[in-house]
T-cell receptor, first 114, second 112 residues
Framework: SAVISQKPSRDICQRGTSLTIQCQVD?????MFWYRQQPGQSLTLIAT?????????ESGFVIDKFPISRPNLTFSTLTVSNMSPEDSSIYLC???????????FGQGTRLTVV | QKEVEQNSGPLSVPEGAIASLNCTYS??????FFWYRQYSGKSPELIMS????GDKEDGRFTAQLNKASQYVSLLIRDSQPSDSATYLC????????????FGQGTELSVKP
C-alpha cells in the first residue's frame, strides 16, 4: 500500500482563522479522499479530490468551508475555513489500494479550535 | 436505516474468548466490505477485506459476508488485550472505488 503523509499532525487554532492540511502520497493515485472524524464519532467523507478538476463534495459539505486543491497525482490539501469550535475533529486523507476498493489512511490531523 | 450500521458497544470480552462484531448495510453500499481497527488517537488500519459470500480467515480474524441478509461480521478468536480498540465496518459505494461509508464503530475491550 502507498505511504501517506499528512501534516500538521495536530494544531490548536483560534476561531475565525483557517488551517490548511497537506497530504502527500509516495506514488501516483487517481483519487484522494478527505474524511472528518468528530470526537467519539465515526468517519464521514467530506470530498473526493480530483486531479485536474474541482473536488466533489458530499452532502453537507461545501467548497467555501472546505476548499480542496489537487495540483498533481501525489498531493492534495484541505483547508478548513473560518473555523469554529464545531470544526474540532480529526481530518484524514485516504487513497485507494491496489484493488481500487479498499482505502488506506494517513495518520490524520487532530484539530482543536478554541 | 443508516447505510452501514454496527451493533452498539462497548463490547467487553475476557482474554482468550471470541469477540463477535456485526454490521448491516443498505442497498447503496456495494459488495465490498472492510473492517478497520482504530486505536485511540490513531488513524484506522485495514485488517480485513471481504468481497464474496462466505467466510474469509486471516490468522485470528474471520470475516463473514451474507449478501442475502446484507450482513457482515468479524470474529476475533483468542482475543488479546492488544485487540482492545474501536472496530469500524465500512462498505464501498457502487462504482466509486476507494470511497467508503463507515459504520459508527464498536469499541472492544479485552480484559486480562
Amino acid at each position: 500500500s502507498a505511504v501517506i503523509s499528512q501534516k500538521p499532525s495536530r494544531d490548536i487554532c483560534q476561531r475565525g482563522t483557517s488551517l490548511t492540511i497537506q497530504c502527500q502520497v509516495d506514488s501516483q493515485v487517481t483519487m484522494m479522499f478527505w474524511y472528518r472524524q468528530q470526537p467519539g464519532q465515526s468517519l464521514t467523507l467530506i470530498a473526493t479530490a480530483n486531479q485536474g478538476s474541482e473536488a466533489t463534495y458530499e452532502s453537507g459539505f461545501v467548497i467555501d468551508k472546505f476548499p480542496i486543491s489537487r495540483p498533481n497525482l501525489t498531493f492534495s490539501t484541505l483547508t478548513v475555513s473560518n473555523m469554529s469550535p464545531e470544526d474540532s475533529s480529526i481530518y484524514l486523507c485516504s487513497v485507494p489500494g491496489d484493488l481500487n476498493t479498499e482505502a488506506f489512511f494517513g495518520q490524520g490531523t487532530r484539530l482543536t479550535v478554541v | 436505516q443508516k447505510e452501514v450500521e454496527q451493533n452498539s458497544g462497548p463490547l467487553s470480552v475476557p482474554e482468550g474468548a471470541i469477540a463477535s462484531l456485526n454490521c448491516t448495510y443498505s442497498d447503496r453500499v456495494s459488495q465490498s466490505f472492510f473492517w478497520y481497527r482504530q486505536y485511540s488517537g490513531k488513524s484506522p488500519e485495514l485488517i480485513m477485506s471481504i468481497y464474496s459470500n462466505g467466510d474469509k480467515e486471516d490468522g485470528r480474524f474471520t470475516a463473514q459476508l451474507n449478501k442475502a441478509s446484507q450482513y457482515v461480521s468479524l470474529l476475533i478468536r483468542d482475543s488479546q488485550p492488544s485487540d482492545s480498540a474501536t472496530y469500524l465496518c465500512a462498505g464501498s459505494i457502487h462504482n466509486q472505488g476507494g470511497k467508503l461509508i463507515f459504520g459508527q464503530g464498536t469499541e472492544l475491550s479485552v480484559k486480562p
